[in-house]
């Protein structure tokens, strides 16, 4: 249920709107925007008479959201969620740029790419330092030693970083190097994880799970929103499909669609979506012009050595020369790139 505020709402009725909610025994999340404040009351009573509320003082108007999602939704929060990390801006008219090697090898590596990732305009770097593979004979990642090189990497060039989390015992260590937790597709319905993760107040990048339909992709965002993180952003990555001829299936239908339901920032991932490299710059484009509020692609100085996803990496010129594609396309729609 949704409970719109008078815009001379005072604090005192507020409060006591809010009373009356817990009462009921609602969950309260509130959302103040520019012109007034929105009371997001979260409960399963099919039978509650919204006259209650809307009799009280300060109460314009009262409706059901149907959206099983409900604080991810347009009806709770109509204006674009903007998250704010450092200097960049996530969901705004900017479109952020996230690039980096699929993990970090060493700390020449992970210093090379970050200056190619600096030297493009793009702020945000990527890499793995635990790295869920689907064998389990294939490189895990370097772990905490991966992420103090990232750290390293990214303050000597003056960039953000974004790097998965696994398991919730692995939270506290990672929030001590990384500005933005990533969520992999293979646990967008760990809900143990992402309700910890929900708990913390660094922003996070979920990611939609293999054959995630877009309701179970928000709902499993509404978790984390429902714990209290309000920064929380989408990435497409691609769905499994019966297509072979592309790792996944990019499902760029769903950049505009999860816009028109949802308030959160969404990414695009055309590395993982597509696993080819000479699909990735194609489908860059493409997401941008869908909308996207940020593009994150794999890159490699030496793609065929590397060791992980090297197939899918761009090389440093070719990442270069589609950021200036991509703003040209920005540019386009209204948008710029950061």
């Known amino acids: 249920m949704v409970v719109i505020l008078e815009n001379n709402a005072t604090e005192q009725q507020i409060e006591n709107i809010v009373k009356h909610l817990e009462d009921y025994g609602f969950q309260i999340h509130r959302s103040s925007g520019v012109q007034r404040t929105i009371i997001g009351a979260i409960g399963v009573k099919p039978g509650f008479d919204t006259r209650k509320v809307k009799i009280l003082d300060g109460v314009s108007d009262v409706y059901r959201v149907t959206a099983p999602f409900k604080l991810a939704s347009r009806s709770f929060q109509e204006g674009n969620t903007i998250i704010k990390v450092k200097d960049v801006e996530i969901g705004g008219t900017s479109i952020a740029m ?47 030693e991966g992420l103090k090189l990232m750290r390293a990497a990214a303050d000597e060039y003056g960039l953000i970083v974004i790097t998965e989390v696994m398991e919730i015992s692995q939270i506290e260590l990672i929030e001590k190097y990384a500005d933005i937790f990533q969520v992999g597709a293979r646990n967008m319905q760990n809900f143990s994880l992402i309700r910890e993760l929900g708990k913390t107040s660094t922003p996070i990048m979920l990611k939609r799970g293999l054959s ?127």
């Not at 190619?116 to 793995?128: D, F, H, T, Y």
């Open 98 to 144: 996230m690039a980096g090697p699929c993990s970090v090898e060493s700390e020449d590596q992970i210093f090379r790419l970050a200056k190619v990732v600096a030297e493009s305009g793009s702020k945000i770097l990527r890499g793995g330092a635990f790295k869920p593979r689907s064998s389990p004979y294939s490189f895990q990642g370097m772990g905490e």
């Open 212 to 338: 995630a339909t877009i309701e179970e992709w928000l709902m499993s965002a509404e978790y984390m929103l429902a714990q209290g993180n309000k920064d929380i952003m989408l990435c497409e990555r691609g769905i499994r499909t019966f297509e072979t001829y592309t790792r996944n299936t990019f499902d760029l239908s769903a950049i505009p669609v999860v816009h028109k339901k949802s308030h959160l920032p969404v990414v695009a991932d055309p590395s993982h979506a597509t696993g080819f490299r000479d699909q990735v710059a194609p489908m860059a484009r493409a997401a941008v012009a869908a909308g996207a509020d940020s593009i994150m692609i794999e890159i490699h100085d030496d793609p065929e050595n590397a060791m992980s996803d090297g197939p899918q990496a761009l090389l440093p010129e070719e990442y270069k020369t589609l950021v200036q594609e991509l703003n040209l396309i920005a540019n386009a729609i209204g948008r710029k790139l950061l």
